[in-house]
């Protein structure tokens, strides 16, 4: 009889109880996804903000460290990041301007290059013939739709200027970057551990761990990816400028932009910084000097930049940079390609942690647990033979043992039966 001071042992926890919660948080991330969808027009300002706060909130928690104040510490750091801007507009553009405006008046002489000396050594080294690709067809071409260019920019910068609405919510997405960035930079610490409360117990450790090591991959990437980029850029533009390129600057920045791609930065500047050598000098000097210039750099980060400022924790490959870029492109327009890098490092995450989770399924070990019952009925049966030739060697043993002791019998019953005589 049970006493009435015993309880009862609660119930197992129901076992469909994580199905459901998997099925919400699917359903979360759906609903997720079509908002963004249908709010992109007007999520571009946000996200460029949030990435922003992101990438300055350690900064952020550095001075508070040292005794400043959140409020300070936002201020600081806004001021810097505003200053940093400025002057790198107030740099970057007119520099990038004369360097346009060189390459457009160099333009002939690139034509007169490919069609010149180009040309006839693809022909000769090929053996076709590439007449489809005679410059004055091809310049006319460009010309031509050049020229549509322009006159669409120029109808379309005209319904700009006339539409009001249009203009004025332009320069409010432009206007709301820096306020909705220092507000969101303020307030990081204290909206991270609001999502955290709001997660259900029995997954928030597991959560809590997803979104640090995203954090390391994410931050990781954009921190020192683009750090890389900057330092590449650098060495490249300097680097063309003491060889002599005249469009050095052009060449060295589009080379360390589009380094965030492995190799490709590379490919680009050396392809680009060679035809400049070409037209420009047409000496294998100076083409040899533009190969030491992007083999320079190159080491530089493969040795130095990419192992103190990015280190080995993002794991992203090449081919998926290329499809996250292109496939966000192409969902979200420009808003996805701002995410699309951020939204690569999360999935690879979740990715890794999926791929755990299996190594430690029934599903996974059954296999192992087949694998181990093979191999034990061979186990078995080896140790049955061991013992049988075992139990045959005493037996031998006991049957040569009783031999010996026979002729000891008889001889001791002959000597017997002469003393009775």
């Known amino acids: 009889m049970t006493s009435p001071n015993t309880t009862s042992p609660a119930p197992p926890p129901s076992p469909s109880l994580s199905v459901h919660l998997r099925w919400q948080l699917l359903a979360l991330t759906v609903l997720v996804g079509a908002l963004f969808y249908w709010l992109a027009p007007i999520l571009t300002p946000f996200v460029v903000s949030a990435l922003l706060a992101y990438l300055a909130d350690p ?97 379309v910068l005209g319904g700009i200027s006339k539409s009001g609405l249009v203009l004025l919510a332009w320069i409010g997405n432009l206007t709301l970057i820096p306020v909705v960035t220092f507000y969101l930079l303020r307030d990081w610490d204290s909206l991270v551990a609001r999502v955290h409360e709001l997660l259900p117990r029995s997954v928030a450790p597991t959560i809590s761990s997803l979104t640090r090591q995203s954090d390391e991959v994410l931050g990781g990437f954009l921190r020192g990816q683009i750090s890389v980029m900057l330092a590449l850029a650098t060495v490249y533009s300097l680097g063309l400028w003491m060889v002599g390129i005249d469009l050095a600057f052009l060449i060295g920045m589009l080379a360390g932009l589009v380094s965030f791609i492995p190799y490709l930065g590379a490919i680009v500047g050396i392809g680009a910084g060679l035809i400049a050598a070409l037209v420009q000098y047409g000496d294998w000097t100076h083409v040899i000097l533009v190969l030491v210039v992007f083999g320079v750099g190159q080491t530089l980060e493969s040795m130095l930049l990419t192992p103190w400022l990015v280190g080995d924790r993002i794991g992203l490959h090449p081919v998926a940079v290329i499809f996250a ?34 190594r430690a399924s029934e599903l996974y070990r059954a296999g192992e647990a087949v694998q181990l019952t093979t191999e034990a009925p061979s186990a078995t049966s080896a ?38 005589a």
């Not at 870029?325 to 327009?333: K, N, T, V």
């Not at 890098?341 to 690879?348: K, N």
């Open 325 to 358: 870029i292109l496939a966000g492109g192409q969902l979200f327009g420009f808003l996805g390609v701002l995410v699309a890098l951020p939204l690569a490092a999360v999935i690879m995450v979740l990715l890794r942690y999926a791929h755990e989770q299996y």
């Open 383 to 420: 140790s049955g033979v061991d013992a049988a030739a075992q139990a045959k060697d005493e037996a031998a043993a006991l049957v040569a043992s009783a031999t010996e002791a026979a002729p000891s019998h008889e001889n001791a019953d002959e000597s017997d039966i002469d003393r009775t």
């Open 59 to 155: 900064l952020v928690d550095r001075l508070e460290k040292r005794g400043l104040g959140r409020t300070w510490a936002v201020t600081v750091v806004f001021s810097l990041m505003t200053l940093a801007m400025v002057g790198v507009v107030l740099l970057l553009i007119p520099l990038l301007g004369s360097q346009i405006e060189r390459f457009s008046d160099s333009a002939p002489r690139y034509v007169a290059w490919f069609r010149d000396t180009a040309l006839p050594w693809l022909e000769q080294r090929t053996g076709l013939s590439l007449e489809s690709l005679e410059p004055g067809k091809l310049f006319a071409l460009l010309q031509e739709h050049w020229q549509q260019a322009g006159g669409i920019a120029a109808s």
